[in-house]
C-alpha cells in the first residue's frame, strides 16, 4: 500500500493534475512503489489536517531509478543523463519553476551524490 506525502505547497498541483510525478528516496525497508500499484496521495499526513488529494486512488505507471551527481548530473533508469532541455521538463513535472530551484531543493534536503525513486501516475 503505498502511500505518498505532500507538503501543503505543493497539494494543489497534485490536486489539479499538474504535478504526475514524484522523487523519492528509497525506503530502509525495500518497501518502494512499483508500476501497477494503487497510491495512496495525501498532505498533512499526522496531523488534523490530513486531506486526501486524488481520488479515485491513481496508478503507478513508471517506479524508476534516479541519481542526482553534481558532476555528472541528472540519470534516470532507462532513459540515460537528462540533457538540459530534458532536466527542465521533469523540474516543471515534479512541481518546481525552474531547474535551478528543482537542484537546489534535493541537494538542500538530501545532499548529492543522492539515489532515489522516480515515482509517476
Same mark, same amino acid.
Not at 52 to 73: E, H, N, Q, Y
Given at each position: 500500500?503505498?502511500?505518498?506525502?505532500?507538503? +501543503?505547497?505543493?497539494?494543489?498541483? %497534485?490536486?489539479?493534475?499538474?504535478?504526475?510525478?514524484?522523487? @523519492?528516496?528509497?525506503?530502509? $525497508?525495500? =518497501?518502494?512503489?512499483?508500476?501497477?500499484?494503487?497510491?495512496?496521495?495525501?498532505?498533512?499526513?499526522?496531523? +488534523?489536517?490530513?486531506?486526501?488529494? %486524488?481520488?479515485?486512488?491513481?496508478?503507478?505507471?513508471?517506479? @524508476?531509478?534516479?541519481?542526482? $551527481?553534481? =558532476?555528472?548530473?541528472?540519470?534516470?533508469?532507462?532513459?540515460?543523463?537528462?540533457?538540459?532541455?530534458?532536466?527542465?521538463?521533469?523540474?516543471?513535472?515534479?512541481?518546481?519553476?525552474?531547474?535551478?530551484?528543482?537542484?537546489?531543493?534535493?541537494?538542500?534536503?538530501?545532499?548529492?551524490?543522492?539515489?532515489?525513486?522516480?515515482?509517476?501516475?
Amino acid at each position: 500500500m503505498p502511500l505518498l506525502g505532500f507538503m +501543503k505547497v505543493n497539494a494543489p498541483k %497534485v490536486e489539479s493534475g499538474e504535478k504526475r510525478c514524484t522523487i @523519492r528516496a528509497l525506503r530502509k $525497508d525495500k =518497501r518502494d512503489p512499483k508500476r501497477g500499484e494503487t497510491l495512496y496521495i495525501y498532505t498533512g499526513l499526522r496531523s +488534523k489536517s490530513c486531506r486526501k488529494l %486524488v481520488t479515485p486512488d491513481p496508478v503507478c505507471k513508471k517506479a @524508476r531509478p534516479i541519481w542526482f $551527481d553534481s =558532476r555528472a548530473g541528472v540519470f534516470i533508469q532507462d532513459v540515460g543523463y537528462l540533457k538540459h532541455t530534458e532536466l527542465e521538463s521533469l523540474a516543471k513535472a515534479d512541481g518546481f519553476d525552474c531547474v535551478k530551484d528543482f537542484i537546489e531543493f534535493f541537494k538542500k534536503k538530501h545532499g548529492f551524490p543522492f539515489r532515489g525513486l522516480l515515482i509517476e501516475w
